[in-house]
């Protein structure tokens, strides 16, 4: 069953793979983490080798790039991410390859303990025959999203070496730091100048993605008063009680990631940190629906004011601040970008799949700043963690989408230009 990717997409995979890039929420730079670069530096290096055009790395460390139009057509942007998670060591990965999946459970050289078995991931078991790539057990694999980087290389060496095939001007960015959500600046439809655009940042073939949540996160600082305990009586104010009430009074069994799904909404309780003088609790809050939201940012700053009624003497402050926002808001006024990608979609002969995405992409963040932007599948899977996979077969057909999407997007408009 190769596919004439397969080859290119499995050597482009595990050499990215190996590349140490994770991001770092902790840092204030940009981007997060300077190795970073040694991805960013490596893609400016091959888009010129191939001979793609503009290549340069922004001011917001994005590696941009265009491919001429060999016919007219809108401008179509694609986008990938560098780095990866920082959720799992990320650190030294070995990628391998297992050519012609046989159906069975995959055990990993670097810790025997671990198995990925297709029991439990009913995808795994559709891929019988198809060449997977997986990390060595003690790290991510990183194919969120250096499958994304390797299908769009791909693309863009395919269609840079034949001009004969039809397609309006492309331009392509690799982003640093989507896993920390600050990949997309203000700056970016500005720097892509693409009339619409496609993260490759999804995973089981056919995803095609045009929601996702809406995101603020909320920072509350609690200041007690801090005494020598041995002096205390009636004059301590203990940070921490105060903390684990506020979060003892937000509903746990009906609002956390953990008991919700679907289309439900969530606030979710990520960092307490600090002492009995001061403490900070930091939580994300998320809904598909901007009501649901402010629901959310309304129950978050009640509960801070009862807690703090509760206990004059201290000082509860809560900050929220937006993240991003569902691009269904702005996608569902012009169809078009998801429109044209299910189209090419189903010409590969797979129905596509549109399923709310319970977080964000780059492409939230690109679509409310003012390019469209869906996300579209690559075939990664169990990502963030030691089993982490992907089949190049399925790497295969998000290359063959992204071309289709293309050429159906000149066709649309008509003109060739010779
Ligand atoms: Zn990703």
New binding site residues.
Partial sequence: MTRKFDQELEDRLMRYAAIDSQSDETSPSTPSTPIQFDMLNLLQQELTEIGAQDVEITGDSVVVATIPGTAEGPTVGFLA?VDT?PQFNATGVKPRVIKGYNGGEITFPDDPDLVLSPEEHPYLAEKIGHDLITASGTTLLGA??KA?VSILMTMARHLIENPDIPHGPIRIAFTPD??IGRGVTEQLPKDLKADFAYTL?GQEVGEIEYESFSADRAVIKITGVSIHPGLAKEKMVNATHLAAKIVQTLPQATLTPEVTDGREGFIHVTDMNGGSSEMEIKLILRDFEMEGLEAQRDLVRKVCDAVQASEPRATITCDISHQYRNMRYWLEKDMTPVDLARAACRELGIEPLSVPIRGG?DGSRLTEFGTPCPNLFTG?QC?HGPLEWISVQDMALATELCLSVVTKAAQTSGNMRS
């Fill in positions: 991410h998670a969120d999203d994304g989507e896993e940042d992409t990664m990502i």
